[in-house]
């Protein structure tokens, strides 16, 4: 079986088939990278000094028996018959699952790169935070390029964090945030959730304007799709996403991204599945959703194998820790396929939800890593 991406889905995948099949069949993992690390780990480095290696979870703790990690860059993907080409070689499947997550687009909205700081790569997150820590006075604009785009709530919790940054070094009067998406509201999925942070926004002073979509930076101004322009002095921004260059090639992608059967995450290709940010399966781009699909497909695949009953259809379930300033985390619990309607229920902030957000990462440290 190839798993391509050792992401969140990846690992999840993995760690399902080894547990269950062991040594009965063979799993090959292939990422380009070394290492594992969350994406809220961007915010702790912008806003909480984290270094990169602090937050980097190396792949080699995540050996297990069953499972070959591969660190190779894809080349070229040919789902018709499983086969992939790297850098290093051939790989081919009985059964193949695509989980490159989503990348970014930077050249689509000129000057981001040259006058803005994109926060959603790990490059991008350690270079802000040298602007941010500058930023004395004038004005920071929080922009989101496109959408869909991953983790719907981080653009809210990074102006946040920014807000209890500048107070804390006691500049937040000399400066004016502003907070701009292409959605309406800041957590579409979840009203209750978009009300809550308006209101927290409305309290430190912090402006949403939705509805708008960057179509170009200048040096000191954002202009927008619509004609709005905005001046600024920080741009933090979130670039906007498309399919890896290497899935789009592959001819698997319509929209952008790879349509899946959202109960079963296979694709149109005979025993290919495409789980997490790479996916329209649904759901939001968020880890926790990828997690969620990767195993239901482990279940299929464990179920080809065994002989067994298929697991049930995906029901796009997932709880997100939503960064509220002051050290409080408030949590949505998001539930987008298993019943008539999507809902997504509040809970408020609160101190005691860190621990629980502490708990979700280290979880999954302790599973996919042994630590
Ligand atoms: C600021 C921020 C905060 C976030 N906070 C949260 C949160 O609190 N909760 C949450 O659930 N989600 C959060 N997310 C979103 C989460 O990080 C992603 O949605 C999640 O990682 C998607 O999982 P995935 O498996 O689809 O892809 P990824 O985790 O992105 O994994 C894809 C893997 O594919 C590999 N890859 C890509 N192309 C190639 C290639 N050509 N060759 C070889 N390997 C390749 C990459 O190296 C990568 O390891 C956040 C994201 C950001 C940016």
Redesign the pocket.
């Known amino acids: 079986m190839l798993v391509?991406?050792?992401?969140?889905?990846?690992l999840e995948l993995g760690t399902m088939l080894a547990g269950e099949l062991g040594d009965e069949v063979e799993v090959t993992l292939?990422?380009?990278?070394d290492s594992?690390a969350?994406?809220?780990s961007?915010?702790d480095m912008m806003f909480r000094g984290a270094s990169l290696d602090s937050v980097q979870l190396p792949y080699s703790h995540a050996a297990r028996s069953g499972v070959t990690l591969l660190r190779?860059?894809?080349?070229s993907i040919d789902p018709g018959s499983r086969t992939v080409t790297?850098d290093a070689g051939t790989h081919q499947g009985d059964a193949m699952v695509i989980?490159?997550?989503?990348?970014y687009d930077l050249d689509a909205t000129p000057g981001l790169d040259e006058f803005g700081n994109e926060?959603?790569s790990f490059s991008g997150?350690r270079e802000a935070a040298g602007p941010i820590a500058e930023f004395n006075s004038g004005h920071a604009v929080i922009g989101v390029c496109g959408a869909p785009f991953?983790?719907p709530p981080?653009p809210s919790?990074?102006s946040l964090m920014l807000s209890d940054e500048l107070t804390r070094r006691g500049v937040r009067d000399q400066c004016e945030i502003t907070l701009t998406m292409p959605l309406d509201t800041p957590v579409p999925p979840s009203p209750e959730t978009s009300a809550a942070l308006m209101d927290e926004f409305e309290a430190r002073g912090i402006t949403f304007r939705g509805g708008l979509r960057p179509a170009r930076l200048e040096p000191d101004r954002v202009i927008y799709q619509d004609g709005t322009e905005l001046p600024f002095d920080l741009f933090l921004g979130v670039p906007r996403h498309r399919a890896?260059q290497?899935v789009i090639e592959s001819g698997i992608t319509e929209d952008g991204y790879v349509p899946v059967d959202f109960a079963t995450l296979k694709t149109r290709v005979d025993g290919v599945y495409a789980?997490?940010?790479?996916a329209t399966a649904g759901v939001p781009?968020?880890?926790?959703?990828?997690e969620g699909a990767a195993r239901v497909v482990a279940g299929h695949l464990i179920a080809q194998v065994r002989g067994g009953e298929a697991p049930g259809p995906y029901e796009g379930k997932?709880s997100?820790?939503i960064e509220f300033g002051e050290d409080r985390i408030a949590r949505v619990d998001i539930d987008f396929l298993s019943g008539p309607e999507r809902t997504g229920v509040f809970n408020a902030p609160s101190i005691a939800l860190r621990d629980e957000k502490t708990e979700f990462g280290a979880s999954r440290e302790a599973r996919w890593f042994g630590r």
């Open positions: 391509l991406g050792a992401g969140f889905g990846g292939v990422d380009r990278n594992f969350f994406g809220y961007k915010l190779e860059e894809i080349l790297t989980a490159l997550g989503a990348d926060f959603y997150a991953k983790c981080a919790e990074c890896p290497v789980i997490g940010d790479v781009k968020a880890g926790v959703f990828a997932g997100c820790y």
